[in-house]
């Protein structure tokens, strides 16, 4: 167990529609990554936030907007979503941007 | 051509042969990481190196900078080893961003 905590595990939603991914991160860690794997591309950076302030972004699309609140926890919201959005997406958190990164579980989105 | 590139993509072995999967980059990093990813999906983090060499059980990562190669080893292979294996670079400055290869696919038999 990492310590990161992402939910839901599993997640089914039609195309046009929006979801929420949630990661909390692993005690006393302040930054937190969000990831894309998908079969065609790989595994992708998507955002990185610190102490609630977005540090780095990826390939993120305009459709996803992601934030991280006082706790710590952070929010990946996908909106408008397409069949091309379903993927595995991964959280991420460590002590700051220098220190060794720990994965979530990861949600499984399937956009139908 | 990605900027991270592992081979091989794909590694079949015998239980207790030793295993080599090497990656490289063309980009600046400030680190590199090794990671493992089981069926089902969950990433494991293996590695974290900005030089030398490391070990952790029958797994040992190095990492040449001047070069900008590094190499997973795993000793005395294991089926429970089978798994997909990635290398990932980490930008330099403090972005924490992970550029990715593609993942070795290791099965290792009984």
């Known amino acids: 167990d990492s310590g990161v905590t992402q939910t839901p595990k599993h997640l089914i939603t039609a195309t046009g529609q929006r979801v929420t991914l949630r990661c909390s991160p692993r005690?006393?860690?302040?930054?937190v990554y969000w990831y894309q794997q998908s079969l065609d591309q790989g595994l992708q950076f998507l955002i990185h936030?610190?102490?609630?302030?977005?540090?780095a972004k990826g390939n993120i699309l305009e459709r996803f907007s992601a934030q991280q609140f006082p706790d710590l926890h952070s929010e990946l919201n996908l909106s408008s979503l397409e069949l091309g959005d379903s993927a595995l997406y991964f959280c991420?958190?460590?002590?700051?941007?220098?220190?060794?990164?720990?994965f979530g579980q990861g949600t499984r989105l399937t956009v139908v | 051509k990605n900027e991270v590139e592992q081979s091989p993509q794909n590694l079949t072995a015998q239980e207790g042969e030793f295993i080599t999967i090497n990656c490289s980059y063309s980009?600046?990093?400030?680190?590199l990481h090794w990671l493992q990813q089981h069926p089902g999906g969950g990433i494991v983090s293996l590695f974290m190196?900005?030089?030398g060499k490391k070990k952790h059980g029958r797994l040992i990562a190095t990492i040449n900078i001047q070069e900008k190669h590094s190499s997973l080893h795993i000793t005395a292979s294991h089926p429970r080893d089978s798994a997909v294996y990635i290398c990932?670079?980490?930008?330099?400055?403090?972005?924490?961003?992970?550029?990715f290869g593609q993942g070795t696919t290791l099965q290792v038999k009984p």
């Open positions: 990932a670079v980490r930008s330099p400055g403090n972005t924490g961003k992970l550029i």
């Open positions: 936030y610190y102490n609630g302030e977005e540090r």
């Open positions: 980009v600046g990093i400030s680190a």
């Open positions: 991420a958190s460590s002590m700051t941007g220098r220190s060794e990164a720990f």
């Open positions: 005690s006393g860690d302040l930054s």
């Open positions: 190196l900005s030089s």
